[in-house]
């Protein structure tokens, strides 16, 4: 998801204006070249930038794309509904707004069937640790839910975006698929598919996505994605191949005989401009608009004024990277909130919010009450900034590690699989 290489914005409109959408106005939108205050930060499918050292401001972002906080209230009812505690993604902040979750709750309720969809665009052979994040999510909300999942790989958009042949992206799409694979999804309850080869194996998606196609016009995906006249035809129908999954209907194998059944999409919000639309199309389909689940953006070593990506090897750390490269990345790039010497950080103490090492641990240590620990001896200065390098050093080196080992202990056989058409298991 490295969008920041890939301008998909045509030169001269502002990317911004293209978020000021609210899935119930797409006809107003005025082609998006309007000018808005955007306070610094760009935020669509292939830019994502602050000026702020925090990174971006999320409930400006909230306001923005008229989407819902994760608030107190949806928290409690969703640790009633399942009997579970949220994730900690969810404790913390890290998944932060919402759409229309509460339908989500409402039908867990009500013992009626849902479905999970989430997605990756292969552009790069190898994930960093922030690709994880929303397949974490899938993988809990899956647990927690016991429901079938769709995992798209839009071997397509890649090839689309940026200089990739066909063969290429396709590739890729294997290879991601065995990292996606490797978190450990139920073989049982998750479908994996990349565009290429499954548009052609399922006259229901083809159909479908000429169905978006007929609902959305120009002028909408221009207000929406900022498409402009010189953009390619592939971009500008693309936006109904990542909308198709989101209609149950694309899986005639997974529904079948089944009415329409409600679609739950964790993602980075950056992908949100894609469900606004598929959102105001569904029900003129015959069908419910999509929930949503949106989280921040994983930062850069180098900061949260930008995040990981995978084009920039240095501000990322890759479930390829080895032990050694890992602490050296870390200990070299991870910015710090410290401070600039040593008495003065006993002094005054760190930054936490800043800290890229601290935000390592925000995502992927556990244990809150460590994680508690570990911030307010920083801020008070007892943790040096070495030390905290260190403490997230220790977190993400075994993670890597056994994502390498399950990658590698993937069968040819164990990874068809999740390719195969084939009904999944419900289990209502
Ligand atoms: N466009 C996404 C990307 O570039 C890939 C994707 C396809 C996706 N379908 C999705 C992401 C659904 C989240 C949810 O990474």
């Known amino acids: 998801m490295d969008k920041t290489e890939s301008p998909g914005v045509a030169e001269g409109v502002d990317a911004l204006t293209l978020n000021n959408v609210s899935d119930e106005k797409l006809d107003k939108v005025p082609n998006g070249v309007e000018a808005t205050e955007n306070e610094g930060d760009v935020v669509d499918p292939w830019n994502v930038a602050s000026t702020n050292d925090e990174g971006i401001d999320y409930d400006k972002l909230i306001k923005r794309f008229g989407s819902s906080k994760i ?34 709750l409402t039908l867990k309720e009500q013992g009626r069937p849902f479905y999970l969809y989430t997605g990756r665009g292969p552009s790069s052979g190898s994930l960093h640790i922030g690709h994880l994040i929303p397949f974490y999510m899938a993988k809990w909300l899956q647990e927690i839910f016991d429901v079938p999942l769709v995992i798209q790989l839009t071997d397509d958009e ?60 120009f002028n909408q995906v221009k207000g929406i994605f900022g498409f402009g ?147 307010s001896a920083y801020i008070k200065g007892e943790l040096l900034t070495g030390e905290l390098k260190k403490l997230a050093i220790e977190v993400v080196s075994p993670i890597v590690e056994e994502h390498q080992k399950a990658r590698k202990a993937l069968t040819d056989e164990a990874v068809a699989k999740f390719f195969e058409i084939r009904s999944l298991k419900f289990a209502q």
């Open 71 to 104: 608030d107190e209230e949806l928290i409690a009812r969703f640790e009633k509904i399942t009997g579970k505690q949220v994730h900690h993604f969810i404790r913390r902040g890290i998944f932060f707004s919402h759409r229309d979750f509460h339908s989500i």
């Open 158 to 217: 890649k090839s689309l975006w940026k200089d990739l042949k066909v063969e290429e992206s396709i590739k890729l799409a294997y290879e991601n698929a065995k990292d996606i694979i490797a978190i450990g999804f139920d073989p049982e309850k998750t479908f994996i598919f990349n565009d290429f080869d499954f548009i052609g194996k399922c006259p229901a998606m083809y159909q479908n996505m000429v169905r978006i196609q007929k609902c959305v016009t």
């Open 229 to 375: 006249d010189s953009d390619i035809i592939g971009k500008i129908s693309f936006p109904a191949v990542q909308a198709a999954p989101a209609l149950s209907s694309t899986f005639p194998f997974i529904f079948k005989g089944k009415k329409p059944v409600h679609c739950l999409i964790p993602c980075a919000i950056d992908q949100d401009p894609y469900f606004r639309m598929t959102r105001d199309v569904a029900p003129r389909l015959g069908f419910p608009k999509c929930a949503l689940l949106h989280s921040s953006f994983f930062p850069a070593l180098q900061g949260a004024k930008s995040k990981m990506s995978a084009s920039d090897n240095n501000s990322a750390v890759f479930l390829t990277d080895t032990q050694k490269q890992i602490k050296n990345k870390i200990n070299k790039y991870a910015f710090s909130g410290g401070r600039a010497t040593v008495e003065e950080h006993r002094k005054l103490g760190g930054n936490p919010d800043v800290d890229v090492a601290f935000q390592l641990l925000k995502f992927f240590l556990e244990d809150d009450t460590k994680l508690e620990e570990v911030r």
